[in-house]
């Protein structure tokens, strides 16, 4: 009778043992004002001056996934040297993005580049509220002794992305590191004047941006590391679409969001993304 009762009492002590679930991720988010969501409800405190909102989809993925640690460093404005040195922002400067990585880090997502080339500066220059010939295109502005300077400059950030990365896995050797790439602004041919973009100089954004989004999937591969598409899941809800339907607003938001970038909407559209790639979907 003893044995019995001994196996008895040890099946009763292994159910009523809790089984600690494993902890969540160590999630860091480095980025510019595409990940960090200016103007989008609520900006966080402290780092005011980077707006951030806790809606951004770094903060939607932390949630979803369970992250047991998430920081959040990602910071409008921000370009590849601010991740290594202090950035100066509206309101004060805030730490090196890189400072935010820890040896227990285990997830990184670094969207960041667009500044390095100056994006929002580029799509601005094309705004054009009068049509040729009064208004200028702005394409031919970028074309050098036959070269296109907008390539250029992003080929020349190609060896800065393979250092960043590689700089991340030296502070965090566990990490699962993802490139995350950019949304589609621009709809074949453009949709003068609800955009006042024209259709030339909107084909040309379309094509430069997908270079752009094409050389960060190119450089993430040779890292060795992930890379999240969020080109493809916004066909559709480029600036051009109604207010209701679009995740980036165009240059006179109607959603709050600051022109040319990501509002709440395109966040949450964006977070699916990274979240199927981070769980591995």
């Not at 004002?33 to 989809?57: E, K």
């Not at 667009?114 to 208004?135: K, Q, S, Y």
């Amino acid at each position: 009778m003893i044995r019995p009762l001994l196996a008895a009492v040890a099946l009763l002590i292994a159910f009523a043992t809790p089984v600690h679930a494993s902890a969540g991720p160590v999630y860091v988010a480095l980025g510019d004002s595409a990940a960090s969501g200016p103007l989008i409800p609520n900006q966080v405190v402290p780092d005011l001056g980077c707006w951030r909102s806790d809606h951004n989809y770094a903060h939607l993925t932390a949630s979803a996934i369970g992250a047991a640690t998430f920081r959040d460093v990602t910071c409008s404005g921000a370009d590849t040297k601010d991740m290594y040195s202090p950035q100066n922002t509206d309101l004060g400067s805030v730490a090196p993005q890189l400072d935010a990585l820890s040896a227990d880090t285990t997830l990184v997502t670094v969207q960041i580049g667009a500044n390095d080339v100056g994006l929002t500066g580029f799509i601005e220059d094309c705004l054009n509220l009068l049509p040729p010939p009064v208004g200028d295109a702005c394409n031919d502005d970028y074309m050098e002794n036959g070269q296109d300077t907008w390539r250029l400059k992003t080929d020349a950030l190609r060896p800065k992305l393979t250092q960043l990365v590689a700089d991340i896995r030296a502070r965090s050797p566990q990490a699962r590191i993802f490139v995350v790439g950019y949304g589609t602004y621009a709809p074949p041919n453009g949709c003068y004047p609800r955009v006042p973009i024209i259709k030339a100089d909107a084909n040309y954004i379309r094509a430069t941006l997908q270079y752009f989004n094409q050389m960060l999937a190119e450089q993430a591969s040779a890292a060795g590391v992930g890379f999240i598409d969020l080109q493809t899941p916004s066909v559709g809800h480029d600036p051009c679409t109604s207010s209701g339907t679009r995740w980036i607003e165009p240059y006179v938001p109607a959603n709050p969001a600051a022109p040319f970038h990501p509002n709440a909407r395109g966040m949450r559209g964006f977070s699916v993304a990274v979240i199927a790639a981070v769980s591995g979907g």
